[in-house]
């Protein structure tokens, strides 16, 4: 039964890996991006869990700067993405220009917050 | 005449030295300015910083009979010596330079007189403020006074005179200049002292309607006189100026000056009452001995414009001694003087009354001529009057010129008042301390002599009462009432209880209910030192009586008493240093070490390499830029745009606040947009023409 399910998870991984390779560059740039932010937010917490919670509003700027720019690239992604029916007609320089907007007003509230 | 002042001032120092400081008991001119004068007028590095001062110190020193000092005078002689050898020395230093000169007689080149004497005739010929007419015309007649010039004159002295009148105001005050429509009664003084200098420099008579209307300006200023109520008058300004307030002493002593001056060189005289001129010394002299030089020389100054004046030398009238003893047979002494201590003319003094104070009813005695003795120059009577017992008392005398045409010279003020403390023994006697059962009669009656040395002891319990009597008697057999006459009770533990001794006549009696007072004594018996007080400034023998112990016996204080007040063991304590106040500051948070956060700064960077080198992984190219020129600028402008946005975004956190960040935010959006619409929809114009074709 164990071995079933390592076998079944080691699969399951191997068919993900082989889909992905198909996935369009300015996709994976995209994945790319998303799981650098996403690091980044993972070693503030790791800092944050080391050093105590002072000063918290940098702490939370930091964290929800990158929690902020992954979903916004997500959102870019979803746009983009030509597999998705309901974003046909956007195009996609427009989804990329929300995204650079999008972002630029994130980070200037979260300059403001960081203190 | 400097000697002869000196040995009378030293008498006077003498009689001074018994002397008390009433109110209206107008000192003339003493040692102690003399002490003074030299400790305020002491120079700094051996000149002092103006000329003005100069000539104020040396002047005062002079009045005094001071002798000057050596290191002043050359200090003082260098100084004007190159203020009068200068041609371009100030109106007001050349003025200052030759009074002290002046006093010091510095050795002065006649072609330097001339030079000096040359320019100040042109300065009065264009001369247009009141201080520039002072100055110029006052120097003038110093130098004619020190060289004897009998041909220095004015050219046009009526219409210099003419010039300074015509500033004047209808009240009898002067303005500065003609632009200026203050008017201030200091001005008026100097005003009167360059009239007075025209006058002199005139080489024929000034028209004498000019001096007629001088002379009346000179009694509507007297209108404005002021006056306090132990008879001094004295000339304030209304007007406070912003830059130099002349206070009341600086002013009356500008008009003093300026009205002896003119006085002195105008014939006829100026119908001023007395009356006024002795206020003015009276006001003078009641300064006493002024703390600031300037005052000091203001004060002595005008003394000396009035030692000798021709409108009406002021003769002050005082008593070496205002506090007689009747045990010591004191006498009434009188000394008559002018403000500097010099001696008066032949006059009588008479006493008048001699009232009680504070009641205006019929003199005690008759009025008496008082005998001169020549020696000492006092007047005297043999003895106190019979009917003066011990108290307060005013004296009222009056002077009598011998000769008549004196009263138009001497200003002698109708009469004096004085008041005189007469002091003597006062009779204690039939002093009786007792216990009192409420009602019953005394249980235990004592005698205490309140000039021995015994004590009593007595014991009381809180039903009883404790009656102390006694009586007052002057010497003449008068009722006396004392200032105090104190009964205090003071406990083991300190707590003290004060209660007055009640009068009638010359019996003295209080009676103490102990059981009204059980509460006031807070409940506490034990031992209670009696001591009685009585005093009074005319009685020679006050004292303060140990009479002895009371032992009291108080019930037990209930459950919501007052308790005493605490009672300092030290009465140095109370005024001790307090305990020293450690003030806590707030602990700053604890921050991580420095090595820590920097670390992580490094691994928080790690993702961002991780991140490029995956995207180099992953082939990305700039394939689809933009080759021709317009797009490309337009790319390449994007690209800039918003790495401004993100450089002016570390600016905001380094230094600037959100409203700068905002407008320049504003500006920078404002073109990245037009640049990012311009490059994204020429990329989407050139993919959808690859799609659809």
Sequence with gaps: MARTTSSDAQALFHSL???YTSTPTSLKIIDLYVCFAVFTAIIQVVYMAVVGSFPFNSFLSGVLSCVGTAVLAVCLRIQVNKENKEFKDLAPERAFADFVLCNLVLHLVIMNFLG | ???????FLVLIVAALIYSSAVASVFQPISDSHRSVALELFTPLEGSFSSLAETYEALRTFEVLGIDKKTDINTAACQSVLETLGSSSSA???????????????????????????????????????????????????IIKDQTSKDDLYLADAEGVFGSIKALSQSDGRWRYNSNNPESSTFAAGLALEALAAVVSL??????????????NDILKLFDSIEKYDDGAFYFDEKLVDAHEHQGPLSTTSSVVRGLTVFAAVTSGSLNLPSAKILGLARFLLGIGIPGDAKDLFNQVDSLASLESNSVSIPLILLLPATVLSLTKKDSVKVKVNTVLGSNAPPLTVKLVGVFRSGSKDTSLVEGQEL???????VYALDALPKSVDVGKYTFVFEMVLHDPDHSYLYATGGQTQIPIFVTGLVKVDSAEIAVLDSDLGSTETKKIDLTGENTVSLSANHLQKLRLSFQLSTSLGHAFKPHQAILKLTHESKVE???VVGSSGKHFEINLDFLGLVEKFFYLSGKYNVQLTVGDAVMENSFLKAIGHLDLDLPEPPEKAAQPPPQLLDQKLRYGPKAEITHIFR?????????????????????????????????????????SSVPAMFAVLFHLGIAAVLLLYALFWLKWDLFTTLKALGFLGAFLMFVGHRILSHLASISSKLKSA
């Design chain 2, 202 to 215: 005139s080489s024929s008579e000034i028209d004498q309607s000019l001096i007629g209307a001088t002379k």
């Design chain 2, 371 to 377: 005998k001169f003795n020549p020696e000492s120059a």
């Design chain 2, 1 to 7: 005449m400097a000697r002869s002042l000196e040995g």
């Design chain 1, 17 to 19: 890996r082989s889909a």
């Design chain 2, 587 to 627: 602990v700053p948070e604890k921050l991580p070490p420095k090595e820590l956060s920097h670390a992580f700064l490094g691994l928080t960077l790690l993702p961002l390499l991780g991140f490029l080198i995956g995207l180099l992984h992953l082939g990305v190219n700039l394939k689809n830029f933009p080759s």
């Design chain 2, 91 to 141: 109106l007001k230093d050349l003025f200052y330079a030759l009074k002290v000169n002046g006093i010091l007689k510095c050795e002065i080149k006649k072609d330097v007189f001339e030079g000096v004497t040359s320019r100040l005739q042109a300065t009065v010929s264009s001369a247009g403020a009141l201080l520039d007419f002072y100055y110029s015309v006052g120097g003038l007649v």
């Design chain 2, 497 to 499: 209880h004060s209660f």
